[in-house]
């Protein structure tokens, strides 16, 4: 009887460690899950594999906001894309970034026999929404694209009224 109860213990300590480890990455990842859909200059795919399965759809775009006394610092991981490819909204305490993540096909063989049999990168338009931990001043904000970071840094302003600004990306 011992022998049972110590394996139930072991069961439920396992399963308390499960969920709790699925509850962090839920947590840690709800913002950076961003829903891919096909966009004008980027159709979905095409996909020749063994089991038939279709391309995502759905990608984490990770990141990181850094905040000081002076500024806001946000960092995305959009590898692949093109600093024209991005369309930057700051508004009040939120953050909006567009994109479209263009597909390029590999060419394939002359005999016409090239195929992809994994693909686990999504592609098309997304828009991911940021809120950020203080209000902003919209025309002080500046944004880069390098090495597949789009990096944002916006400055703190005192609470005052609500302004909505466009963000070239250099």
């Given at each position: 009887m011992r022998i049972l109860e110590e394996l139930k213990q072991d069961v439920e300590e396992l399963w308390d460690s499960a969920t709790e480890g699925w509850r962090r990455l839920r947590h840690q990842a709800a913002g950076a899950l961003t829903r891919f859909r096909p966009g004008?200059?980027?159709?979905?795919?095409?996909?020749?594999?063994?089991?038939?399965?279709?391309?995502?759809?759905?990608?984490l775009l990770a990141?990181?906001?850094f905040e000081d006394s002076k500024k806001i610092v946000v960092r995305l991981e959009v590898p692949g894309m093109e600093k024209d490819d991005f369309a930057i909204e700051a508004r009040d305490d939120?953050?909006?970034?567009?994109?479209?993540k263009h597909f390029e096909s590999e060419s394939e063989s002359e005999a016409g026999d090239g195929r992809y049999r994994v693909l686990q990168c999504a592609y098309g338009s997304?828009?991911?929404t940021i809120p950020l931990p203080a209000r902003i001043l919209?025309?002080?904000?500046?944004?880069?694209?390098?090495?597949?970071v789009?990096?944002?840094?916006?400055t703190k302003a005192e609470p005052s009224t609500t302004r909505k600004v466009q963000i070239k990306v250099s």
């Amino acid at each position: 009887m011992r022998i049972l109860e110590e394996l139930k213990q072991d069961v439920e300590e396992l399963w308390d460690s499960a969920t709790e480890g699925w509850r962090r990455l839920r947590h840690q990842a709800a913002g950076a899950l961003t829903r891919f859909r096909p966009g004008a200059k980027s159709p979905a795919p095409e996909v020749r594999n063994d089991f038939n399965l279709p391309p995502p759809g759905w990608a984490l775009l990770a990141g990181d906001v850094f905040e000081d006394s002076k500024k806001i610092v946000v960092r995305l991981e959009v590898p692949g894309m093109e600093k024209d490819d991005f369309a930057i909204e700051a508004r009040d305490d939120t953050l909006i970034v567009r994109g479209e993540k263009h597909f390029e096909s590999e060419s394939e063989s002359e005999a016409g026999d090239g195929r992809y049999r994994v693909l686990q990168c999504a592609y098309g338009s997304f828009s991911r929404t940021i809120p950020l931990p203080a209000r902003i001043l919209p025309d002080q904000a500046n944004a880069a694209y390098r090495n597949g970071v789009l990096k944002i840094e916006l400055t703190k302003a005192e609470p005052s009224t609500t302004r909505k600004v466009q963000i070239k990306v250099s």
